[in-house]
């Protein structure tokens, strides 16, 4: 029953994805003319979406899942194709600006709301935790239809200029203003159903349910650097690109459980790493001052030595850092491993076999945890 859905999904999904790079190169070629030699990278970041989704919607039909990231593609795709046509449009002298621009003005807010709403909601399974859990999604439903007639009927339009609508009825400029604050109300109850569940699970969901909140986590510090720091060109790209992309392979991930344990190691690593970064810039920092300010002409000498500093204090960091990680956020692991050690320390001393048998076991029962266990002693 499976295989035939897959059969019949194949298609679907094949079509799916056709369409929606479609979609994606049109806008490519279409911002590409209205600033010749420039990149909209930014779209690049939903090609995961699209590939994803087309393949979970082959793979797992049965699974809401793959529709919704196709749903987030299609609308996000939609924003930046909007805002670009209705330039050229405008530039060129086509039909069709005011609808275009109509159509970037609202897309955003519904993949916004997909991303940080309804697959908190709904992820893994494609099914709310509860049945009150239902009502939200209606209610985001309710929201975005009122939020698509608002902006309608507001006054004007903003690709970059202003737009004057010509069915303009209401009295403000833009309907975010009013209603984004109830926007934020679902992006904070996404948020609390993806705890409620993570809290109320075990198991395979508990991990998928990791991936995906880590995942997030990884967006936002990356859109966060890239509005506080500003990086110009090609870093500020890249880094909306990865932040962007890193929900869709993390749920590809989850939902088909490939290597799905290993993001126990991924968080404690990136912990680990991301702490070795921050002390290992303030010794560099730290150092490059000190030196300075005692000896005002070393100039190039004060980062040759912060730089040798912080290379030979990255391996004793890491290794203290790594401990000090896996002994508060992975602490099975680092007791097992203490365990393992003094096992290994009373091997060198034990000459009681059978009582070298009985400590085995023990170490064993206490690291692995098996359902049998049996020493054979010859």
Do not use: H
């Not at 049109?26 to 699209?50: E, F, H, K, V």
């Not at 194709?81 to 003005?105: K, M, N, T």
């Amino acid at each position: 029953m499976v295989a035939m859905k897959q059969d019949r999904q194949g298609p679907a999904a094949l079509t799916v994805l056709a369409v929606g790079l479609s979609l994606v190169a049109a806008d490519l070629l279409i911002a590409r003319a209205n600033s010749p030699g420039a990149i909209q990278l930014i779209l690049l970041g939903t090609l995961p979406y699209w590939v994803i989704g087309a393949f979970l919607l082959w793979r797992q039909p049965r699974v809401r899942i793959g529709w919704i990231l196709l749903a987030f593609a299609c609308f996000w795709t939609l924003t930046f194709l909007g805002v670009d046509y209705a330039r050229f449009a405008i530039d060129q002298g086509l039909p069709g600006a005011i609808f275009s621009a109509w159509v970037g003005e609202w897309t955003w807010l519904v993949a916004l709301l997909i991303i940080f709403v309804v697959i908190p909601v709904l992820f893994p399974d494609g099914q709310p935790l509860t049945k009150r859990w239902d009502w939200v999604l209606k209610a985001v439903v309710v929201f975005l239809f009122v939020f698509i007639a608002a902006t309608t009927f507001q006054q004007s339009f903003d690709i970059g200029i202003r737009l004057d609508n010509p069915l303009a009825l209401l009295p403000y400029e833009d309907a975010e203003t009013a209603l984004l604050p109830m926007a934020l109300v679902f992006l904070v109850l996404g948020a609390v159903s993806t705890v409620t569940r993570y809290r109320s699970r075990r198991g395979l969901e508990r991990q998928q349910l990791l991936w995906f909140v880590f995942s997030v986590f990884l967006t936002i510090v990356m859109f966060v650097a890239n509005a506080v720091f500003e990086p110009d060109g090609m870093v500020g790209d890249v880094l909306a690109v990865a932040g962007l992309s890193a929900p869709a392979l993390a749920i590809g991930i989850a939902v088909m459980r490939y290597r799905l344990f290993d993001i126990d190691k991924i968080i404690t690593r990136t912990i680990t790493y991301g702490l070795v970064t921050s002390l290992l810039i303030g010794v560099y920092a730290g150092t490059v001052f000190l030196i300075s300010s005692l000896v005002p002409t070393a100039g190039s000498l004060a980062v040759a030595g912060a730089t040798l500093l912080a290379a030979a204090l990255f391996a004793p960091m890491r290794r203290r850092a790594q401990a000090l990680v896996d002994r508060r956020f992975n602490r099975s692991t680092y007791d097992a491993r203490i365990t393992m050690e003094q096992l290994s320390n009373r091997l060198r001393s034990e000459v009681d076999v059978y009582a070298l048998g009985s400590e085995v076991g023990r170490v064993v029962t206490t690291t692995m945890q098996p359902e049998k266990l049996a020493v054979w002693i010859r």
